[in-house]
């Protein structure tokens, strides 16, 4: 039996690039509509030669007419950190298991409105596995050797899109577990924007539109004389695409067993994994 998903946040880039994945998946059956923002006028959107209806999020009533059509189905949710929160509520309240890839989630309020809820969901700032089983192994590391970077200097770089505005979710996450492992921050986040500086680092300019570059330095004493560097570069955004599709699966399965209220995240998702 094949899962029903519907994309969230066409024509957006990040779901465009899923939905050209998710088509080629012999497993789904992808909805013919996207819930998109309320800026957007289009009312139709081709991608290889599939047409998507393009639904306002304030078009109330067909985005109840299409759940009444539809549903059971999962939402994919590549849209803008300040939608999520409606979003989150929109899926708890029809009761729309739910991927969300964005960034800006509050995890704390969003575990409460789906504990409360029918469904469970999959969120994640990232939804690359191998950057998230290196987070994973650095968790490990902040457990099992708390403040063992004491007295270590951090600084953090991350590069990414011009269209981005927010931090990324995965400097951030990272920086809690370097904090736990008793590094300190060095003034605060650096985020890189500027295409014309993205270049002389090196990112090539066919990925300028889509990347993630992000490199931490540890350093000890004055002089430095211990140094630590960790980076992990992803040209295009291919790589979440693939995760995203590995969450579709673990979350049907999860539903598939009568769970519900369920928050996962892509380290659920890598444990369920038959790599």
Not at 24 to 32: K, M, W
Request: net charge positive; with cysteine; aromatic share 8%.
């Amino acid at each position: 039996m094949s899962i029903k998903i519907m994309v969230s946040g066409l024509p957006g880039n990040m779901a465009s690039v899923f939905y050209r994945h998710a088509i080629l998946e012999e497993e789904f059956e992808v909805l013919p509509f996207s819930i998109t923002g309320p800026m957007i006028t289009s009312k139709e959107l081709a991608i290889n030669g599939n047409k998507i209806k393009l639904i306002r999020v304030t078009e109330t009533k067909k985005k109840n007419d299409i759940i009444k059509k539809f549903k059971p189905f999962i939402a994919i949710d590549y849209t803008l950190p300040n939608a999520v929160d409606d979003n989150i509520k929109f899926y708890c309240k029809n009761d729309i298991s739910f991927v969300m890839g964005t960034t800006g989630v509050n995890i704390k309020r969003a575990a409460k409105l789906i504990e409360n809820s029918n469904i469970n969901a999959v969120i994640a700032p990232n939804m690359g596995k191998q950057i998230v089983a290196l987070q994973a192994m650095l968790e490990y590391l902040a457990v099992t050797f708390p403040n063992c970077f004491s007295g270590f200097k951090l600084e953090i770089i991350e590069s990414h899109q011009f269209g981005k505005t927010d931090t990324s979710g995965t400097a951030l996450s990272m920086l809690n577990i370097f904090e736990r492992l008793g590094a300190k921050l060095e003034g605060s986040i650096e985020k890189i924007r500027d295409p014309k500086i993205q270049l002389e680092m090196g990112i090539p300019e066919n990925v300028l539109g889509g990347h993630g570059w992000h490199t931490y330095k540890l350093s000890y004493g004055k002089d430095k004389n211990v140094a630590i560097n960790l980076e992990h570069n992803i040209n295009g955004r291919d790589i979440y695409a693939r995760g995203t599709i590995d969450s579709i699966k673990f979350l049907n399965k999860m539903n598939s067993q009568g769970n519900s209220g369920c928050l996962y995240n892509m380290i659920d998702v890598l444990k369920d994994l038959k790599l």
